[in-house]
């Protein structure tokens, strides 16, 4: 049996493990399945009061790429923030490391779960934005792939990151809050960039999820020119090299007492 097929066989084993122990967490559950299909609706009714139409958009191109981000914080972020920590507080992890499984190994393979949940919501959701919302078929779908792929390592990074510092599994529904916040108000998720100021606007643009929120909807608008999209990729690079490199450095094994 050949390294990569060894591999594969451990992770695969690693992310059932992970996926069973998600299934028996109804609160998980509740945020990372449901809370993403209720928050857009919230942004259509918000839609009506802006002026769209002056910046290029539809309701659609707003909803979508909003509902794809929700279900990157709720889903991935969130959720996997408190898988690491409550496998860590319960010495998990710890075990882990004294097997064949890398550092790295026992972190993707943690976050396999979360990750897929979050791609198969937010194909469900687009599909549903599609649909409802009566949107043609995305101009750029190119853009909109790499925006949402790029949106689930980057947020596995960060909540890798963020359960470095996260003391306990209670603190771990309270330390993501911050940039979910973030992200919701300054991403372009309930208040599209194209509509802020031009200083706030290009602060925005520096936000982990503005890249994702960026790209997906230039997928559907075909708005956003091959070097445009540049800059949300060299963003979104940023931020998931930035992640990787501080989880290597300040990744706790064992619970932080």
Do not use: N
Not at 24 to 42: E, H, M, Q
Not at 84 to 111: F, H, P, Q
Not at 118 to 137: E, R
Not at 185 to 205: Q, W
């Amino acid at each position: 049996m050949s390294d990569t097929t060894t591999l594969a066989s451990r992770m695969a084993a690693l992310a059932r493990a992970e996926l069973t122990l998600l299934g028996r967490s109804r609160g998980t559950l509740v945020a990372a399945l449901f809370v993403p299909l209720v928050l857009p609706v919230s942004v259509r009714s918000a839609t009506e009061k802006m002026d769209l139409e002056e910046a290029g958009l539809t309701v659609g191109t707003v909803v979508l790429p909003a509902a794809i981000g929700f279900s990157l914080l709720f889903a991935v972020y969130g959720a996997l923030v408190g898988v690491l920590v409550a496998r860590r507080e319960e010495l998990v992890l710890k075990r882990l490391r004294t097997g064949e499984l890398r550092d790295a190994e026992i972190l993707a393979g943690s976050a396999l779960p979360a990750g897929a949940t979050g791609l198969v919501q937010s194909l469900l959701l687009a599909a549903g934005c599609v649909v409802l919302l009566d949107m043609p078929a995305p101009p750029a779908p190119h853009l909109a792939v790499v925006g949402l792929l790029s949106g689930l390592v980057m947020c596995a990074s960060l909540a890798a990151l963020t359960a470095a510092f996260t003391r306990t599994t209670e603190s771990a529904q309270v330390t993501p809050m911050p940039l979910m916040l973030v992200s919701m108000l300054g991403s372009g998720m309930t208040v599209p960039l194209e509509l802020l100021p031009d200083r706030l606007a290009s602060f925005c643009e520096l936000l982990p999820l503005t890249p994702v929120i960026t790209l997906v909807r230039g997928g559907w608008t075909g708005d956003l020119s091959a070097y445009e999209a540049v800059g949300p990729v060299l963003t979104a690079l940023a931020w998931t090299a930035l992640g990787v490199f501080a989880v290597r450095r300040w990744f706790r094994w064992e619970p932080r007492r």
